[in-house]
T-cell receptor, first 112, second 111 residues
Framework: DAGVIQSPRHEVTEMGQEVTLRCKPISGHNSLFWYRQTMMRGLELLIYFNNNVPIDDSGMPEDRFSAKMPNASFSTLKIQPSEPRDSAVYFC??????????FGPGTRLTVT | EDKVVQSPLSLVVHEGDTVTLNCSYE??????LLWYKQEKKAPTFLFMLTSSGIEKKSGRLSSILDKKELFSILNITATQTGDSAVYLC???????????FGKGTRLSVIA
């Protein structure tokens, strides 16, 4: 298995632009998680899905952030409009019915 | 509120030393505790512990869980520079809920 796949790996954009991050979970995993990691705040959970249904989005910082999971093999995290304080590494992770959670390689986002 | 606390926050040792990393937790309906290693990229899974007193071992790394005292330790013997990383502890509170992560311990192994 290729593991969790994320794209792009790096994104540099200007303030005010829309950013879309993509994730393909491991096949057969029924939970998907979006995290943000910074030096200051560590690893923060933004939103998670069980069986493609959003369960808890209380970690999404503002209405500028939205996430979708249209099917079991694809999810997006969108930031519109982006701001410099959104600069971070964004991880997607997936998990089967057990508790072992596997992370993707992350997307390093820089908003100038 | 569910909470995971790791100590120390950072640690510098010499190659060959043995280190012990600590993780304590307060969660409702505890299910499992997981350890991850994070170098310059994504966290990679090390161990999952569900039962007290049973040591999990992988090479020079080992871990054990104490569900009565609500903590776990991760031991690394004969450390190498390649062990330098942030070690994250996380717990599963219940069912399909997300992991609750600690802030991590940054380990630096110097030659």
């Amino acid at each position: 298995d290729a593991g969790v796949i994320q794209s792009p790996r790096h994104e540099v954009t200007e303030m005010g632009q829309e950013v879309t991050l993509r994730c393909k979970p491991i096949s057969g995993h029924n939970s998907l998680f979006w995290y943000r990691q910074t030096m200051m705040r560590g690893l923060e959970l933004l939103i998670y899905f069980n069986n493609n249904v959003p369960i808890d989005d209380s970690g999404m910082p503002e209405d500028r952030f939205s996430a979708k999971m249209p099917n079991a093999s694809f999810s997006t995290l969108k930031i519109q409009p982006s701001e410099p304080r959104d600069s971070a590494v964004y991880f997607c992770a997936s998990r089967p019915n057990t508790y072992e959670q596997y992370f993707g390689p992350g997307t390093r986002l820089t908003v100038t | 509120e569910d909470k995971v606390v790791q100590s120390p926050l950072s640690l510098v040792v010499h190659e060959g030393d043995t280190v012990t990393l600590n993780c304590s937790y307060e969660v409702t309906n505890f299910r499992s505790l997981l350890w991850y290693k994070q170098e310059k990229k994504a966290p990679t899974f090390l161990f999952m512990l569900t039962s007290s007193g049973i040591e999990k071992k992988s090479g020079r790394l080992s871990s054990i869980l104490d569900k009565k005292e609500l903590f776990s330790i991760l031991n690394i013997t004969a450390t190498q520079t390649g062990d330098s990383a942030v070690y994250l502890c996380a717990v599963v509170p219940s069912g399909n809920t997300p992991l609750v992560f600690g802030k991590g311990t940054r380990l630096s192994v110097i030659a």
